[in-house]
């Protein structure tokens, strides 16, 4: 079995950056899971699949092929062969990601694909259900968390800059509201490992938080 890292962690925590940094750094793989929900979500969406219908959309799911490759730019998402890489950060496809990424069957489908892929490589996998779920017997796994407050006003900045409207009372709300859902589903919720190591960068900055990590696992590696 490749040595795999597992980090789970809440929504603006700076995953999939800092993944793609301490990967890098590592020299292993990034496979960004969440991804791979919204590829499910993208696809519902285009074929009119009412997301509220667990049975329809764990039905489409079974009908797709959801696979990813690993680029020169990190991970490219395909769904049915088509690369939809560039098509999975709207507004639109995050709301569809969580409402699909709720159903068991969905669940199920995707971690058996994230499991095959880390059996496979050696991989630093982000996503909620990691050291949970998807590989338990990680041995590394990070949790990386800040304070709400801290998430809402790094995802304020980056929307200003973008010369978005949102005020940062807005921001704070919604992120409220995205893990009020991912830590209270019924299924594979987010929540720590029981061993995971808890890495909190409300008062790190990024590089202090990828020397971190990367020191973790070199010292994991031996
Ligand atoms: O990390 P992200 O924002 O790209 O994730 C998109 C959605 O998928 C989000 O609602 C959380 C969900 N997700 C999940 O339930 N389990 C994972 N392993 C990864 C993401």
Known sequence: MPL????????????????????????ILHLDTGAMYRAVGLACLRAGV???DEAAVT????????????????????LDGEDVSGL???????MAASAVAKYAGVRQAMVALQ??????????????????????????????????EERARRRWL????????????????????RDEQDMNRAVDPLRPAPDSVTVDTTHMSFDEVVDHIAALAE???G
Do not use: F, W
């Open 4 to 27: 795999n890292i597992a980090m789970d962690g809440p929504v603006g925590a700076g995953k999939s950056s800092i993944a793609d940094a301490v990967a890098n750094r590592l020299g």
């Open 50 to 52: 009412r997301l509220e």
């Open 59 to 78: 039905a489409h799911c079974g009908k797709i092929h959801i696979a990813v490759a690993h680029g020169e730019n990190g991970q490219i998402t395909l």
């Open 88 to 94: 999975l950060r709207t507004e639109e496809v995050s």
């Open 115 to 148: 499991q095959a892929l880390a059996r496979e490589t050696a991989m630093l996998v982000d996503g909620r259900d990691i050291g949970t779920r998807v590989l338990p017997d990680a041995p590394l796994k990070i949790y990386l968390t800040a304070t709400a």
């Open 158 to 177: 980056q929307l200003q800059e973008k010369g978005g409207k949102d005020t940062y009372e807005d921001v704070l709300a919604d992120l409220n509201r």
């Open 219 to 221: 010292a994991m590696r």
